[in-house]
């Protein structure tokens, strides 16, 4: 013969706990404190010192202070846009790259015409580019 048994749970609306005993008991992540930044807010003041000995706080990692950024241009931009970034004189075209915002060049593309080019840094390909057709290039 069957009986009507009475849910479990019936007793435990209201409880406070629901029959874990103590509230910390039945988190989700058992009896450990938390995770992750958890409990730096406890406890008053007591708790600060520990956590900024620690470098609890803020940005980790590496920072590079004071490196400007690369502005990079590619020797087939200046063979395409050759006229507006330099001068031409007596056969040679002359650019400074640094007055128009650039400050390293890169060796994709084939260089054609004679340049001579200033600017504060350039790869191995691309010297050796710009001098196969007859040019130079000073670094600054």
């Known amino acids: 013969m069957t009986t009507n048994r009475r849910k479990k749970n019936s007793r435990q609306r209201g409880s406070h706990t629901h029959g874990w005993g103590s509230m910390k008991k039945h988190r989700g992540s058992g009896h450990k404190g938390g995770a992750g930044m958890a409990g730096t807010g406890k406890r008053a003041d007591s708790k600060k010192p520990s956590v ?4 609890y706080f803020g940005r980790k990692g590496f ?3 004071n ?4 502005k990079a ?5 200046i063979e395409s846009n050759i006229d507006k970034l330099g001068t031409q004189e007596s056969g040679k075209y002359l650019i400074d790259l640094a007055k128009k915002g650039y400050n390293k060049l890169l060796g994709k593309g084939k260089a054609t015409k ?3 080019i200033k600017v504060t840094s350039a790869s191995k390909k691309a ?3 710009v001098k196969q057709a007859g040019g130079d290039v000073l670094i600054e």
Not at 73 to 77: F, Q, S, V, W
């Open 63 to 65: 920072r590079t202070h």
């Open 52 to 55: 900024w000995k620690e470098n």
């Open 127 to 129: 010297t050796e580019a």
């Open 67 to 70: 490196k400007p950024p690369v």
């Open 73 to 77: 241009i590619n020797i087939m931009e």
């Open 114 to 116: 004679k340049m001579t």
